[in-house]
């Protein structure tokens, strides 16, 4: 489970909607330089991500990433959820 598990319990409560939706919140309101630093680090760890999954899966890489989404959703959502959760925190402690 992550960090985040508890968080994820009673969301409506805690977030008055999904992490996804805070986040897009505070992508538009905070500051527009921590927004691009941190959207462009995100970027650049996805690639990073690519290229290795690329090294040890193959290049059909994005077929599996596919079928896992559907295989293994509930996880999936969670993990979304915690990063959501994790990229408000950093955007929004740069911007204090």
């Known amino acids: 489970?992550?960090?985040?598990?508890?968080?994820?319990?009673?969301?409506?409560?805690?977030?008055?909607?999904?992490?996804?939706?805070?986040?897009?919140?505070?992508?538009?309101?905070?500051n527009n330089d921590v927004v691009r630093f941190d959207l462009e680090n995100f970027i650049r760890q996805r690639a990073a991500m690519e290229m290795l999954l690329e090294e040890s899966v193959g290049e059909d890489y994005f077929d599996k990433m596919k079928m896992l989404e559907v295989q293994r959703a509930?996880?999936?959502?969670?993990?979304?959820?915690?990063?959501?959760?994790?990229?408000t925190g950093e955007i929004v402690s740069k911007s204090e």
Not at 9 to 22: A, N, Q, R, T, Y
Not at 74 to 87: F, G, P, Q, R, V
């Open 1 to 30: 489970m992550s960090k985040y598990s508890a968080l994820f319990e009673d969301e409506d409560d805690v977030f008055l909607g999904s992490p996804v939706s805070k986040l897009m919140d505070i992508i538009f309101t905070a």
């Open 74 to 87: 509930d996880e999936l959502e969670n993990k979304t959820k915690s990063l959501a959760i994790e990229l």
